[in-house]
């Protein structure tokens, strides 16, 4: 089963032809979640053949344009090709305010429900209930108001072992019990532990998304353990001041906060224009967490199942 993440911009607020604008788009099983929506990323969803129609739920992590630009012309988009599912967007109040009037503004009815959720700036909530994926959102440090995202697959029911199916000549209606994890018992009364005709799940996979952030501690257990954490990293430390007047992060902060929360990949992104290689960026972080890479446009990372 798939779980992967594409990469539709790696840039921040200057959008260049080699870096859009931030959004990520993530692959659960081939239901699709957007993560932020910069300046184009429907030209980025085409380069990459994503279907479009295939995007229910979209997640807008504040109101900064760099985060935000593309859901006008997006949802303009899915009017003119005839949409028809409800579209659901997380987000500000700010936001839905503005595309409320944007819609109204320059379409006629849109043909399909615009869902808006209401995130919550204050404290970490369960804002999706999926068939295959649960979505949190959490409080970032930013100039405005922030949310992260926390995305973690359901845990899978045990799967059942084929010898011991033909062992116990179990039957098939038994089968959806003893993969919750019932005993199964014999006709003459025999009880066969479950660990004996099942074998566990894989775990369940989890990225975790920290849009435009301060270095901030508080993230970290809320995160823990994730096997993909993208972090912001708009500057390296020669701009510490910088990262902390601004409300962003330097790639060594980035890469403390994996190291400290024991993920097992750190992507990171948003870099700022002014650097021409991020080649120092990727190093910075690497120095404290190896397994980090850095974001491109169009890069996919694929997170595999582990028993
Ligand atoms: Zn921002």
Known sequence: MTFALTVLGSGSALPVPARFSTAHLLNVDEHFFLIDCGEGTQIQLRRFTIKLGKINHIFISHYHG???FGLFGLISTFTLLGRKPPLHIYCHP???????????????????ELVFHTLRFDEPSFILDE???????????HKVETCGFIFKEKQRLQNMRKDALEKYNIPVKQIPLLKSGADFTLEDGT???????TYPPPKPRMYAYCSDTKYDEAIIPLIRG?????HEATFGSDMDEQ???TGHSTARQAALIAKA???????????SIRYKTIDFLLKEARDIFPDTVAAEDGLKISVPLVR
Not at 94 to 112: L, N
Not at 191 to 197: A, D, G, M
């Open 66 to 68: 760099d985060h935000l």
């Open 94 to 112: 700010e936001i839905t305010g503005m595309v409320k009037h944007q819609v109204g503004y320059f379409s006629e009815h849109p043909g399909f």
């Open 131 to 141: 068939k295959k994926v649960s979505v949190w959102s959490f409080p970032l440090k």
């Open 191 to 197: 009880v066969i532990p479950n660990r004996e005709i």
């Open 226 to 230: 994730a096997d993909l954490l993208y």
């Open 243 to 245: 990262a902390e007047k």
């Open 261 to 271: 929360a024991g993920v097992k990949q750190l992507l990171i992104g948003h870099f």
